[in-house]
């Protein structure tokens, strides 16, 4: 268990280096991503889906299971309305501010203070949302 | 295409992609993020949503993962970044609103640009590929919407 963690802390430390690295934790950039004037973030959106990719289906073939056990899953989700309206609501806000979820920790990693103020509205949008659809 | 040049964008992506890899590898994990907001707010609410069994058992790693990530981000700052710490100066209104449209759909639509758009393209899910298609095209438009507003920063 202890291990688990410790994994899972090194994982995000690359995780939240490489979106500092990449800008993503600037919201400037990301909007300038989004107004299309540099199309950057679309390489490291690439490039990490690109690393993941080759690890999950290849990795498999190789291993049994995880090194810590238990056992290789990919990550399926069914397709319903909600998938597509949620990805509607979630770009909307996208557009507005610049921020998602793993990019809002990264921005508190480099300092971007007022970015708390998006993780707290995360927060209620999430709660929203699950009083909504128990 | 890209004033900042190609370099940080493929270094970053990979890094992220290795971050992710090496969690998936050891533990079979996915690592994702917007799962984050509901798995923790089972401390907190009794919320039937809030108290599925998968999110009781996944909320201490993802809290150890997003200070992971937070540290992360702040290593690159003491260390490679050239210009140190940065703060945003997109106003607090967006900053607030977005936020709250980001933390409602992502939970939605099950999946951010982390859940659906690195692990689950990675896992070649037609589910996740229809949901970045959408979140892309709709933040390109709201982006350029909000632009041609005249509303800067």
Not at chain 1, 14 to 27: H, N, R, T, V
Not at chain 2, 23 to 28: A, H, L, M, N, S
Not at chain 2, 80 to 102: H, N
Request: with cysteine.
């Amino acid at each position: 268990m202890r291990m688990r963690h410790l994994i899972v802390f090194i994982g995000g430390l690359l995780f939240g280096f490489g979106l500092a690295f990449g800008g993503m934790s600037k919201q400037e950039i990301v909007l300038s991503f989004l107004q299309l004037k540099d199309l950057g973030l679309l390489l490291l959106l690439g490039g990490s889906a690109f690393v993941t990719a080759l690890t999950i289906n290849l990795v498999p073939k190789i291993l049994k299971r995880p090194l810590l056990g238990g056992e290789f899953k990919r990550r399926k989700r069914m397709l319903s309305k909600r998938t597509i309206i949620g990805a509607i609501i979630f770009g909307v806000g996208w557009g507005i501010s610049g921020q998602c979820p793993g990019s809002a920790w990264a921005s508190l990693g480099v300092g971007n203070i007022p970015v708390i103020i998006g993780i707290a509205s995360m927060f209620i949008g999430a709660y929203i949302m699950g009083r909504l659809f128990t | 295409m890209f004033p900042l040049g190609i370099f940080p964008y493929i270094v970053g992506g990979i890094l992220i992609g290795i971050g992710v890899s090496f969690i998936y590898i050891i533990t079979g994990l996915h690592a994702t993020q917007s799962s984050f907001f509901s798995t923790t707010l089972s401390y907190f609410s009794k919320i039937p949503y809030f108290q599925q069994k998968q999110y009781l058992n996944s909320r201490g790693w993802r809290i150890t993962f997003a200070v992971g990530v937070i540290l992360g981000a702040l290593v690159y700052t003491l260390t490679l970044s050239p210009e140190g710490f940065f703060t945003t100066s997109v106003q607090w209104w967006r900053l607030a609103l977005g936020g709250l449209l980001v933390g409602f759909g992502t939970r939605l639509s099950k999946g951010c640009t982390s859940g659906h758009g690195i692990s689950g393209l990675g896992s070649l899910s037609t589910t996740s590929l229809y949901a970045v298609v959408t979140f892309l095209v709709v933040g390109i438009l709201t982006a350029m919407i909000v632009q041609a507003l005249g509303v800067v920063p």
